[in-house]
């Protein structure tokens, strides 16, 4: 995976109020949904993706258009590797709620790592508009912003995901990379944020090393 993606994305799942299907079946309850939905999210929480895909496979069994369990479910194949499956599920979610902002940075990242950087960056565009305090949101837009060619977009979103969350080590690297992106480079501001970053868990770069000359900034 490209080197903008360092890291494991960790996505939450909230447990937003379901769309209740027209005509629910004949077992369906709101405890027995509830329940489901809960079980999925305790077995997603724990890596343990067979039992969170049967979890919502059994929401959409009750309510074939609950948006949460089509999103949950489209979380659980992207991080068990089934980019389609997880894509297709996304797009039903969002067709049945637009204002699904987990779904929209799903499919971001899906098209990024895809390179498919204009659906992406739409797909983003839509996830920091419905979630704009999301530091993960802003950090692939600004990725893929700067990817388009636009340096200084780029900057402006990483800086907003590391002031939202200043412990976020790979929104700080990519931000550093974008500062040598300058003409010229913004070599201080690039050093303090990539040693930020390498403090906060990222494996060294040497190629970043030897720009920096291995040497930290001053406090």
Known sequence: MNRFFCGVLAIGLSLAAPLLAKEPPADFTPRVLSEAIAEGNLAFEAKDYATARRAYERVLSLDPQNSLGLVNLGLVEFYSGDSAKSENLLK????????????????????????????????????????????????????????????????????????????????????????????????????????????????????????????????
């Open 92 to 219: 039903q979610a969002v067709r049945l709620r637009m204002e699904t902002a987990p779904a929209w940075l799903t499919l971001g990242m899906i098209y990024m790592d895809q390179n498919r950087f204009r659906e992406a960056l739409a797909a983003l565009s839509q996830a920091t508009l419905l979630d704009p305090q999301n530091p993960r949101a802003r950090n692939f837009l600004g990725v893929v912003i700067g990817r388009e060619g636009w340096i200084d977009g780029a900057q402006q979103e990483l800086r907003r995901a590391v002031e939202l969350n200043p412990a976020y080590a790979d929104a700080h690297y990519n931000l550093a990379v974008f500062y040598l992106q300058e003409k010229p480079a913004a070599i201080e501001l690039a050093k303090r944020h990539y040693f930020k970053a390498v403090e906060l868990g990222v494996e060294k770069d040497p190629s970043m090393e030897k720009v920096f000359h291995s040497t930290k900034p001053k406090p």
